[in-house]
């Protein structure tokens, strides 16, 4: 069982930074894999970035790339997003996601799809005004 606390969330304006936390409460933190998705009002959740692969090299969604960076603390359990240069259309509920990295062997396992994650945080809010 693994159970994730989203923290960081926030009102910043256009161009400003936030750094979104999930700590995870799991018996060995290298057997998940984690992720972030966001999800605004009247849309559907969409796959914001990962730590990928058997190495934990990192991914993201085009929309993001160059601007938010996935970093984790393995001793505290912990992945962290920093998001920089924040823009309005970046404003939603941020998700901590994670997966039994055994799942992610299948051929057809998908990181950008929400149903390839089998435990989520609450979310944290996230707005950004222009």
């Known amino acids: 069982q693994v159970q994730l606390v989203e923290s960081g969330g926030g009102l910043v304006q256009a161009g400003g930074s936030l750094r979104l936390s999930c700590v995870a409460s799991?018996?060995?933190?290298?057997?998940?894999?984690m992720a972030w998705f966001r999800q605004a009002p009247g849309k559907e959740r969409e796959f914001v970035a990962v730590?990928?692969?058997?190495?934990?090299?990192?991914d993201y969604a085009d929309s993001v790339k160059g601007r938010f960076t996935l970093s984790r603390d393995n001793v505290k359990t912990t992945i962290y997003l920093q998001m920089n240069s924040l823009k309005p259309e970046d404003t939603a509920v941020y998700y901590c996601?994670?997966?039994?990295?055994?799942?992610?062997?299948?051929?057809?396992?998908?990181?950008?799809?929400?149903?390839?994650?089998?435990?989520w945080g609450q979310g944290t809010q996230v707005t950004v005004s222009s």
């Open positions: 996601a994670a997966v039994n990295r055994g799942r992610s062997w299948d051929r057809s396992w998908d990181q950008t799809r929400s149903h390839s994650y089998n435990y």
């Open positions: 799991v018996h060995s933190f290298s057997s998940v894999l």
């Open positions: 730590f990928a692969g058997s190495d934990d090299s990192t």
